[in-house]
């Protein structure tokens, strides 16, 4: 006879493993100049510290629930949390840029199998009536890994060293693989298969896109193999196309893609994704670098940005299932752009941080009124049956434009600027920035083209389900 798992233990346990994998995403960044100076890493070393975790995580991600449905659930987030906790070991243990790179994208493919079964276990366990409270703090707790990342890995780096950023994943992990064991029930979808030449294809693509785009300044942009890696990753991607039309169980089905408001909900999240996340990825270092901040007062700093959208994403969820997505997405966007280029024109070696903290929750508010919007255009723009398939397309989709975001904005710094004076940083971080707002504010104009009456919500479940994809956003 099956075990029937405690509601109370199954999101206990769905909970902590979601809140470790998301912190996982902006924890580091606060550490970015320690590791820098302590491995004698170069800024494409650093680039690959966050995006080995991301782009494993997203090239994956749709992977990770097929797995379970396949494997069993609890089977597979019990390993998928396995795999995570010894990449965090690794990655403490790194003795270079080079093993704590691949340690990253170890705990990114742990992340991408654990990720998606948290919230399938989770509804599993969870009585209809009560699964809109669960949902909606199972995706509270996503945002709220995202807001105190910067502040944790700010804290640990300054308090102890770098290397407890991953050290204390470890008996966390050991912990809750231990409960997930003995106390969530196995459940299982039998039949179905996995797209594993899909995940192959998606993979090398995307990997040599973003190999291209990192080195391309380091090496030129002319030099053969940036080019070469350029032109096999684009070549990947259009047979994983051609291949996913014909799949019979395909892991990004295209006719997701055919409805304006889907395409126009995933083009935003790419493009909000590339810029504001891309710029976090520099402006996370400039407290360090040119202000000469300690790694737990720079994360401080930052909170005003991160913390906000905790506050605002619950209005903008409100009120989007009211009047439609499209206005409140629309001038989210808008005052992300706004608060980018407001940074961007204040910036300098000695700015005052009261100057930026309005900027900061300009931007940090434009944040929160993307959230909530962007998941009820995504559950509203497909079928019901479709919704977990489109969650699943547009949270890769949303991980992969902040993996782009980060390899061009970079690109841009080394090409204007260095890691050698407080000014040569400036000189870098300005237009990487200015180009950040302007991505953003592009896709503040593409999402006017979304239909008027798209995300007005449907149905009973669908403020549960919008929650719930709010969270995977959010984190």
Same mark, same amino acid.
């Given at each position: 006879?099956?075990?029937r798992?405690?509601?109370?233990?199954?999101?206990?346990?769905?909970?902590? *493993?979601?809140?470790?994998?998301?912190l996982?995403?902006?924890?580091?960044?606060?550490?970015?100049?320690?590791?820098?100076l302590d491995?004698?890493?170069?800024?494409?070393?650093?680039?690959?510290?966050?995006?080995?975790?991301?782009?494993? =995580? *997203? $090239?994956?991600?749709?992977?990770?629930?097929?797995?379970g449905?396949?494997?069993g659930?609890?089977?597979?987030?019990?390993?998928?949390?396995?795999?995570?906790?010894?990449?965090?070991?690794?990655?403490?243990?790194?003795?270079s840029?080079?093993?704590?790179?691949?340690?990253?994208?170890?705990? !990114?493919? #742990?992340?991408?199998?654990?990720?998606?079964?948290?919230l399938?276990?989770?509804?599993?366990?969870?009585?209809?009536?009560?699964?809109?409270?669960?949902?909606?703090?199972?995706?509270?707790?996503?945002?709220?890994?995202v807001?105190?990342?910067p502040?944790?890995?700010?804290?640990?780096?300054? !308090?102890?060293?770098? &290397?407890?950023?991953?050290?204390?994943n470890?008996?966390?992990?050991?912990?809750?693989?231990?409960?997930? &064991?003995?106390?969530l029930?196995?459940?299982r979808?039998p039949?179905? /298969?996995?797209?594993?030449?899909?995940?192959?294809?998606?993979?090398l693509?995307?990997?040599?896109?973003?190999? !291209?785009?990192? &080195? #391309?300044?380091?090496?030129?942009?002319?030099?053969?193999?940036v080019?070469?890696a350029?032109?096999?990753?684009?070549a990947f991607i259009?047979?994983?196309?051609?291949w996913?039309?014909?799949?019979?169980?395909?892991i990004?089905?295209?006719?997701?893609?055919?409805?304006?408001?889907?395409?126009?909900?995933?083009?935003?999240?790419f493009?909000? /994704?590339?810029?504001?996340?891309?710029?976090?990825?520099l402006?996370?270092? %400039?407290?360090?670098?040119?202000?000469?901040?300690?790694?737990?007062d720079?994360?401080?700093?930052?909170l005003?940005?991160?913390a906000?959208?905790?506050?605002?994403?619950p209005?903008?969820?409100?009120?989007? #299932?009211?009047?439609?997505?499209?206005?409140i997405?629309?001038?989210g966007?808008?005052?992300?752009?706004?608060?980018?280029?407001?940074? *961007?024109?204040?910036?300098?070696t /000695?700015?005052?941080y009261?100057?930026?903290?309005?900027?900061?929750?300009?931007?940090?508010?434009?944040?929160?009124? =993307?959230?909530?919007?962007i998941?009820?255009?995504?559950?509203?723009?497909?079928?019901?049956?479709?919704?977990?398939?489109?969650?699943?397309a547009?949270n890769?989709?949303?991980?992969?434009?902040?993996?782009?975001?980060?390899?061009?904005?970079?690109?841009?710094?080394s090409?204007? #600027?260095?890691y050698?004076?407080?000014?040569? %940083?400036?000189?870098?971080l300005i237009?990487?920035?200015?180009v950040? *707002?302007?991505v953003?504010?592009?896709?503040?104009?593409?999402?006017l083209?979304?239909?008027?009456?798209?995300?007005?919500?449907?149905?009973?479940?669908?403020?549960?389900?919008?929650?719930?994809i709010?969270?995977?956003?959010? $984190?």
């Amino acid at each position: 006879m099956a075990r029937r798992a405690s509601p109370l233990w199954t999101f206990f346990i769905t909970a902590t *493993a979601l809140f470790m994998v998301s912190l996982d995403n902006l924890v580091v960044t606060m550490a970015l100049p320690v590791i820098r100076l302590d491995l004698g890493a170069s800024l494409s070393d650093l680039e690959w510290t966050v995006n080995a975790y991301t782009l494993t =995580f *997203a $090239a994956l991600l749709l992977m990770g629930a097929a797995l379970g449905d396949r494997f069993g659930r609890r089977r597979m987030f019990t390993i998928g949390l396995a795999v995570f906790t010894i990449g965090s070991a690794c990655a403490a243990l790194s003795p270079s840029s080079g093993t704590l790179i691949l340690a990253r994208a170890l705990q !990114g493919l #742990g992340g991408a199998i654990t990720m998606p079964l948290t919230l399938t276990i989770l509804s599993d366990a969870i009585s209809a009536e009560k699964r809109p409270l669960a949902l909606g703090a199972w995706g509270g707790i996503g945002g709220l890994a995202v807001a105190v990342g910067p502040v944790v890995g700010g804290a640990i780096t300054q !308090g102890v060293s770098w &290397h407890w950023i991953f050290w204390v994943n470890v008996p966390i992990g050991i912990v809750a693989i231990l409960f997930a &064991h003995f106390r969530l029930s196995e459940s299982r979808a039998p039949g179905r /298969s996995l797209d594993l030449r899909g995940v192959a294809l998606a993979s090398l693509g995307l990997f040599g896109i973003v190999w !291209g785009v990192t &080195h #391309g300044n380091g090496r030129g942009w002319t030099d053969g193999e940036v080019l070469g890696a350029i032109a096999a990753g684009v070549a990947f991607i259009a047979f994983f196309l051609v291949w996913e039309a014909r799949a019979a169980e395909p892991i990004l089905p295209l006719q997701l893609f055919r409805r304006r408001a889907s395409v126009v909900a995933n083009g935003v999240s790419f493009l909000m /994704s590339f810029g504001m996340f891309g710029s976090i990825f520099l402006l996370s270092q %400039y407290f360090q670098i040119v202000q000469g901040l300690n790694p737990l007062d720079a994360g401080l700093r930052i909170l005003p940005w991160t913390a906000t959208p905790v506050i605002v994403a619950p209005i903008a969820g409100w009120a989007s #299932g009211r009047i439609g997505g499209r206005p409140i997405l629309a001038a989210g966007l808008a005052l992300q752009g706004i608060g980018l280029g407001w940074i *961007a024109a204040l910036i300098s070696t /000695s700015v005052p941080y009261s100057s930026l903290v309005p900027a900061f929750v300009v931007s940090g508010a434009g944040m929160g009124l =993307f959230f909530a919007p962007i998941a009820n255009v995504v559950l509203s723009a497909v079928p019901r049956e479709d919704e977990g398939k489109a969650s699943g397309a547009n949270n890769t989709i949303r991980e992969l434009g902040g993996v782009f975001g980060i390899a061009v904005l970079a690109a841009i710094f080394s090409g204007t #600027g260095s890691y050698a004076t407080p000014q040569t %940083y400036v000189d870098g971080l300005i237009p990487g920035v200015w180009v950040g *707002a302007a991505v953003v504010a592009l896709g503040a104009a593409l999402a006017l083209a979304l239909p008027a009456a798209t995300a007005k919500l449907r149905g009973v479940e669908r403020p549960a389900r919008a929650a719930a994809i709010e969270g995977q956003i959010a $984190a």
